[in-house]
């Protein structure tokens, strides 16, 4: 069985770094893109980037170059999400998800940024 | 970057209606490379349906997605109650980009 599982909720301050993870099980990670996409609360869904754990090949929205860092670590098949320096418009529900249409969705990370 | 626009925001409809969705985008979207997701509050949103017409795994027969150009079309022939929900369509041609999603509620 496919399985995307995220790393827990956070509440972090204005300014701080933070770095979530997805970690896949059930299929070949290397072999698969994992997106990342934002939701901000009550609103709808955007896509942020993308990467082939194989070889690190990662894309960006435009939206999000220079926001954000997308990693992966195929030794234990985590894909991680990355911000240097926290915003409190950062704070939002954060998915992985398989491939570049989103077949399997992780349950989701609440990032909070608040001062 | 493609722009997708999906009318009508607010869908009210009941039980064994049908709800037809439209996604309309800005481009040309190669390969028909269009999916459409479910999301109900408090979930993570669903894959319904990719390439445009294809559904996707144990996705019920009663949603189907269509083309035509750069119109993209989600159909739920007979809605069933937990079929209420937001829906939102995708392009994952290049720089994939979602649409602002369209919520069907009970009328």
């Known amino acids: 069985e496919v399985q995307l599982v995220q790393s827990g909720a956070e509440v972090k301050k204005p300014g701080e770094s933070l770095k979530i993870s997805c970690k896949g099980s059930g299929y070949s990670f290397t072999t698969y893109w994992i997106a990342w996409v934002r939701q901000m609360p009550g609103k709808g869904l955007e896509w942020m980037g993308i990467?082939?754990?194989?070889?690190?090949?990662?894309r960006y929205s435009p939206s999000f170059q220079d926001q954000v860092t997308i990693s992966a670590d195929k030794s234990i098949s985590t894909a991680y999400l990355q911000w240097s320096s926290l915003k409190a418009s950062d704070t939002a529900m954060y998915y992985c998800?398989?491939?570049?249409?989103?077949?399997?969705w992780g349950q989701g990370t609440l990032v909070t940024v608040s001062s | 970057e493609i722009v997708l626009t999906q009318s009508p925001g607010t869908l009210s409809l009941s039980p064994g209606e049908r709800a037809t969705l439209s996604c309309r985008a800005s481009?040309?979207?190669?390969?028909?490379?269009l999916a459409w997701y479910q999301q109900k509050p408090g979930q993570a949103p669903r894959l319904l349906i990719y390439?445009?017409?294809t559904r996707a795994t144990g996705i019920p027969d009663r949603f189907s997605g269509s083309e035509s150009g750069t119109d993209f079309t989600l159909t739920i022939s007979r809605l069933e109650p937990e079929d209420f929900a937001v829906y939102y369509c995708?392009?994952?041609?290049?720089?994939?980009?979602f649409g602002q999603g369209t919520k069907v509620e009970i009328k």
């Open positions: 990467i082939y754990p194989g070889d690190s090949d990662t």
């Open positions: 481009q040309s979207v190669s390969n028909s490379y």
């Open positions: 998800a398989l491939d570049w249409y989103l077949d399997y």
């Open positions: 995708q392009q994952y041609d290049n720089s994939p980009t």
């Open positions: 390439g445009a017409s």
